[in-house]
Nanobody
C-alpha cells in the first residue's frame, strides 16, 4: 500500500505563487511516476503535470506550460509543483497521484487518471482576482 500526502495549498492573489508538495510512503517499484491533477466542483479530475521517478520525463497540460514546474526528489519520494503567475482559473483542489509501476514514457501514460494507483486527499488552491 502506498499513501500520498499533499501540502502547500492556500489562498493567493492573481499573479502570485504557491508550491505544492506531496510525499509518498510505502512500496513502489524503482520505476514509478507521480502526478498532479486538479478538480473543480461538478467536473472530472484533470491532468496538470506528471514526472518520472528520476525526473527524466515530465509532461504538462497546455494551460500551465511556462507557469508551473514539476520536480521530484526520488530519495524522499516527494514531488513538488511550483505554481507561478497564478490565475483565478487555477482555483481547484489539487490531488497528488502515484503510479506504482511505470515503464511507459508517452504522454498518455502520465496524463490519464486511470494510470494512477494511489491518490492523496487533495489540497485547496484558491486564486483571487
Amino acid at each position: 500500500q502506498v499513501q500520498s500526502v499533499e501540502s502547500g495549498g492556500g489562498l493567493v492573489q492573481a499573479g502570485g505563487s504557491l508550491r505544492l508538495s506531496c510525499v509518498a510512503s510505502g512500496r513502489t517499484s524503482s520505476n514509478y511516476a507521480m502526478g498532479w491533477f486538479l478538480q473543480t466542483p461538478g467536473k472530472e479530475r484533470e491532468f496538470v503535470a506528471a514526472i518520472s521517478w528520476n525526473g527524466g520525463t515530465a509532461y504538462y497540460t497546455d494551460s500551465v506550460k511556462g507557469r508551473f514546474t514539476i520536480s521530484i526528489d526520488n530519495a524522499k519520494k516527494t514531488v513538488y509543483l511550483q505554481m507561478n503567475s497564478l490565475k483565478p482559473e487555477d482555483t481547484a483542489v489539487y490531488y497528488c497521484a502515484v503510479k506504482r509501476v511505470n515503464y511507459c514514457s508517452v504522454y498518455g501514460c502520465y496524463a490519464s487518471v486511470n494510470e494512477y494507483d494511489y491518490w492523496g486527499q487533495g489540497t485547496q488552491v484558491t486564486v483571487s482576482s
